[in-house]
């Protein structure tokens, strides 16, 4: 089955640095990466997700990179601020396998640091 | 519309009790997760619901878990006798459709003393 490692485990950055979190998967058959960030007392919400037909996607100062090759996919984040501080957790699935469910990684603690 | 649901949002319980989790998820939502994430470690998937159906159970621990899914609507999650390594949050999610993004609830933190 899929294993979904992910790291670091925890990441402390200043305001307004950039913050990189890497993931890589086993299955070659997974096609969709989610990445979800909790915040504390939180669920976990999705903030964006690729699918194996692109390489990146962008959304303002989120964007995720995917090399299906090397089977690994990242989350940066740029100009962080406070309110990034959160767990972040990557994922990945073969959605037209059948009904397999995401397997994720153990997360990520980022901290913004004002 | 009103998320997915989770009750209680804690729970504390001697080693050998019984606790009920219960999870309502988006209405409309066919598909239902169980997934649990143990202090420190990944958010493990548990089992998979499509309507009332199982369709998916791999992930549970072991036959003190039993979870069920009456009518399609709401799940519940039982352990059964508890054990301490049972300890930690039960997080239920639902989407439209397989492959839509999960939509996840609060969790219950199960505490097992």
């Known amino acids: 089955g899929e294993n979904v490692e992910q790291h670091p485990s925890t990441l402390s950055v200043q305001e307004g640095d950039s913050a990189v979190i890497k993931c890589t998967y086993s299955?070659?058959?997974?096609?969709?990466f989610p990445w979800y960030k909790q915040e504390l007392g939180k669920r976990p919400q999705l903030i964006i997700d690729i699918r194996s037909n692109v390489g990146e996607k962008k959304d303002q100062r989120i964007a995720v990179t995917l090399n299906k090759t090397a089977k690994h996919f990242s989350l940066h984040i740029t100009e962080t601020q406070p309110e990034d501080s959160a767990v972040y957790f990557c994922?990945?699935?073969?959605?037209?396998?059948?009904?397999?469910?995401?397997?994720f990684g153990k997360g990520t603690r980022l901290s913004v640091i004002a | 519309e009103a998320g997915v649901t989770q009750f209680p949002s804690h729970s504390v319980i001697e080693k050998g009790q019984t606790v009920t989790l219960r999870c309502d998820p988006i209405?409309?939502?066919?598909?239902l997760y169980w997934y649990r994430r143990v202090m420190g470690k990944e958010i493990k998937f548990l089992l998979h619901?499509?309507?009332?159906?199982?369709?998916?159970e791999s992930g549970m621990p072991n036959n003190r878990f039993l979870a069920e899914r009456t009518g399609g609507t709401y799940s519940t999650l039982k352990v059964q006798p508890a054990e301490l390594e049972d300890s930690g949050v039960y997080f239920c999610?639902?989407?439209?459709?397989?492959?839509?993004?999960?939509?996840f609830g609060n969790g219950t933190r199960l505490t097992v003393t």
């Open positions: 994922a990945a699935s073969p959605l037209n396998s059948g009904n397999t469910p995401l397997v």
């Open positions: 299955d070659s058959a997974s096609n969709y």
């Open positions: 209405s409309g939502h066919d598909n």
């Open positions: 619901f499509v309507k009332e159906s199982k369709q998916d």
């Open positions: 999610a639902s989407s439209q459709v397989y492959g839509s993004p999960l939509h």
